[in-house]
C-alpha cells in the first residue's frame, strides 16, 4: 500500500475553507444540512480523529480484517445516506463562524501533528474497526471527500 501523506489532507480542508463564505446555503434535494453543518461536521471529525491518534499508543495497535473498511476504501468513498455522525461530531443547532474559524486554525495545525507518528499510531471508527496510521489518514481524506461532494452539489 501507498504510504499516506498527512499533508494530503491540507488542499481539503483549504477547499472546506473556502466554503465558509457560502456557509448558509442549503439545497434539501441534496442534504437536509447546510454548507455549515457539512464544513463543521467535517472538522469535528478530522480534530478528533487527529487528536486520537496523536494521543494513541502504537504499541495497542492490532489488525484486524475488517469488510466495510475494505469496501469503502477499495470504493474510494462513502455512499450518501448510510451512516449517522455519532453524537460527539454532530454540529450544535447554530454554528458561528467564529467556531468555524477557530477548527479550521485547529485542523491545520492537526496535520502537522499528524506527520511524525507512528506507522501504528492509531485510531478505532465505530464501523471501520482499529486503523493505523496510513489507514486513519485514508478514513479522514475519504471522509473530507464525501462532505465535500455534497458541498458542490449543494451549490449545483
Not at 467556531?99 to 465505530?126: C, I, R, S, W
Request: proline share 5%; with cysteine.
Amino acid at each position: 500500500m501507498l504510504k499516506q501523506n498527512p499533508e494530503s489532507l491540507t488542499p481539503l480542508i483549504k477547499e472546506l475553507e473556502s466554503y465558509i463564505a457560502v456557509k448558509d446555503k442549503r439545497n434539501n434535494a441534496v442534504s437536509k444540512s447546510d454548507i455549515a453543518w457539512q464544513i463543521d461536521h467535517s472538522l469535528k471529525v478530522l480534530n478528533l480523529v487527529s487528536d486520537s491518534i496523536i494521543n494513541s499508543n502504537p504499541e495497542e495497535y492490532k489488525w484486524c480484517f475488517n469488510k466495510w473498511r475494505l469496501l469503502f476504501f477499495t470504493l474510494g468513498y462513502i455512499p450518501r445516506g448510510k451512516g449517522r455522525a455519532p453524537k460527539i461530531v454532530k454540529p450544535p443547532e447554530v454554528i458561528s463562524l467564529d467556531d468555524l474559524k477557530a477548527q479550521m486554525l485547529l485542523a491545520y495545525k492537526n496535520v502537522e501533528g499528524l506527520k511524525p507518528l507512528h506507522k501504528n499510531a492509531n485510531f478505532t471508527h465505530f464501523i471501520f474497526g482499529q486503523l493505523n496510521n496510513d489507514k486513519t489518514i485514508q478514513f479522514l481524506k475519504l471522509h473530507t471527500n464525501h462532505h465535500l461532494k455534497i458541498i458542490r452539489d449543494i451549490l449545483k
